[in-house]
């Protein structure tokens, strides 16, 4: 009779707080499995929630700007086309971060490096005794600049150079010291560009099939 | 590990299809490559016919009469202007398609680099999953 006079006190006590209570350790039980896996998930990026690409062209005057503006005009379609979901899902717009004339500099370049997951760059470039020189507003993208970075531990993996001479000097030539020290000094995997002199239209069409057929990566 | 992501995550593998960056460059060298191919074949031929036509049709007002000589005059019209645009216009696009597929270099080290962009099956709603 006791016992059934207090069924309602000895549920709460005996059930319902020990069930509370292994409730919200939950969390912390399960927590190390949790981690793990993400910590493996995290070995090759999704890309899901957080997709940037930084685009930069360091002279909207000149003929290169059309491949920037190629390359822009490709992520709004696609933002237009699949981009529209803002839910619980992977299918977020991509991000844009444009920096053109004044706003193209070494700087810039190094924030997209630690921020986005691409960066394009449209620009003119030479060659030189001492390798590519990527023109930007505030000095030459090179060897020697790169050597005075620090390590950048960010999010970038592939760079894309619009840029003539911006891997080699033509003709099969492939100057891969840039690219190294690009690699070694960010987290960047692939670098893609042109060894010699590229025809603007050539390198707009390529950079439209690029983005526009498969993806800017 | 194997990763196994959906159409909706820019990464899949397997029977999931897919991209990475390294296929999308050799991708894209193709389309290029098939653009220039398809504008060699097609766009050549109904380009010369068209500017052949259009000069054929003004050719004779602008010599005069309908004799036989105007119409041959037509017909050079029709070869040489049409050859010529062909040749300044196509041949233009062509050269720089070629000259852009020349240029294209990729420097990586066989790394796995997803791609941006949704792969096959549309814009489905995503998830993901993991197997060994």
């Known amino acids: 009779m006791l016992l059934w006079e207090y069924k309602s006190k000895l549920m709460v006590v005996y059930v319902i707080l020990p069930l509370m209570v292994v409730s ?32 930069m062209s360091s002279d909207s005057k000149s003929e290169s700007h059309y491949v920037h503006e190629a390359v822009k005009e490709v992520f709004e379609k696609y933002n ?9 899902s992977y299918n977020w717009p991509i991000g844009i971060s444009c920096a053109t004339d004044g706003a193209a500099t070494l700087g810039i370049f190094k924030d997209f490096l630690k921020y986005t997951d691409r960066v394009h760059i449209a620009a003119h470039g030479r060659y030189s005794t001492r390798g590519p020189q990527i023109t930007l507003h505030d000095g030459p993208l090179n060897t020697q600049a790169i050597d005075k970075w620090n390590k950048i531990d960010g999010k970038c993996l592939l760079v894309f150079f619009s840029v003539c001479h911006s891997l080699g000097k033509g003709d099969g ?38 983005g526009g057929n498969t993806s800017l990566g | 590990m194997r990763y196994y992501y959906s159409a909706g995550t820019f990464y899949s ?16 060298k193709y389309y290029l490559q098939q653009l220039a191919n398809d504008v060699r074949n097609t766009a050549v031929a109904s380009f010369i016919a068209l500017v052949g036509i259009l000069s054929a049709w003004l050719a004779p007002p602008l010599v005069g009469g309908e004799m036989a000589i105007t ?30 597929l020349s240029a ?29």
């Open chain 1, 24 to 55: 919200s350790a939950l969390p912390t039980i399960i927590h190390p499995y949790y981690h793990d896996n993400t910590q493996s998930l995290r070995r090759i990026p999704t890309l899901g929630y957080a997709a940037m690409v930084g685009l």
């Open chain 1, 173 to 210: 030539d492939i100057y891969y010291p840039l690219v190294d020290k690009i690699k070694y000094k960010s987290n960047v995997r692939i670098v893609i560009g042109y060894s010699g002199e590229v025809d603007v239209i050539g390198a707009t069409f390529l950079q439209y099939t690029f």
């Open chain 2, 13 to 28: 593998s397997g029977s999931y299809g897919g991209y990475n960056a390294v296929s999308s460059f050799h991708r894209a």
């Open chain 2, 71 to 100: 119409k041959l005059i037509g017909e050079l019209f029709e070869v040489i202007f049409g050859a010529a645009f062909t040749q300044a216009t196509i041949g233009y696009w062509l050269e720089a398609c070629e000259n852009a």
């Open chain 2, 104 to 132: 294209f270099v990729i420097i990586d080290n066989g790394e796995y680099v997803p791609s941006m962009t949704i792969v096959g099956g549309g814009a489905s709603k995503g998830f993901y999953d993991t197997t060994e």
């Open chain 1, 80 to 88: 237009e086309y699949y981009g529209n979901y803002y839910g619980p």
